[in-house]
């Protein structure tokens, strides 16, 4: 069974930062893509970035440029960097593994995904 925990959520302002922590337990990360959600009140869950390996990570539109995945495998952690925030990201942002894309996923992209594990989930606000 896989468990993911994240962290790090909070309030900031917009143009503001957070790094959000997300530690998975019983988690293969060489065979499994691994991601962050995101869902907001009234709307449905979707994917904000997706690592598929070592060399490959794939970013929303809405996000690239802004928001930096990456993983200490030693600590089986995962992280999402969040700079220059603004309002519309407000959102509970999951982690999750065990990711693949196949239909009737979250919608990531013109993708969907699919994942085995999540996380709880925690909330980020940014204000304007």
């Known amino acids: 069974q896989v468990q993911m925990a994240e962290s790090g959520g909070g309030s900031v302002q917009s143009g503001g930062s957070l790094r959000l922590s997300c530690v998975g337990y019983?988690?293969?990360?060489?065979?499994?893509?691994m991601g962050w959600f995101r869902q907001a009140p009234g709307k449905e869950r979707e994917g904000v970035g997706i690592?598929?390996?070592?060399?490959?990570?794939s970013y929303a539109d809405s996000v690239k440029g802004r928001f930096t995945i990456s993983q200490d495998n030693a600590k089986n952690t995962l992280y999402l960097q969040m700079d220059s925030l603004k309002p519309e990201d407000t959102a509970m942002y999951y982690c999750?593994?065990?990711?693949?894309?196949?239909?009737?996923?979250?919608?990531?992209?013109?993708?969907?995904?699919?994942?085995?594990?999540w996380g709880e989930g925690t909330q980020v606000t940014v204000s304007s």
């Open positions: 019983r988690v293969m990360y060489r065979y499994y893509y």
């Open positions: 999750a593994a065990a990711c693949s894309y196949t239909y009737g996923g979250y919608s990531f992209g013109a993708r969907t995904v699919t994942c085995g594990g």
């Open positions: 690592v598929e390996s070592a060399d490959k990570t």
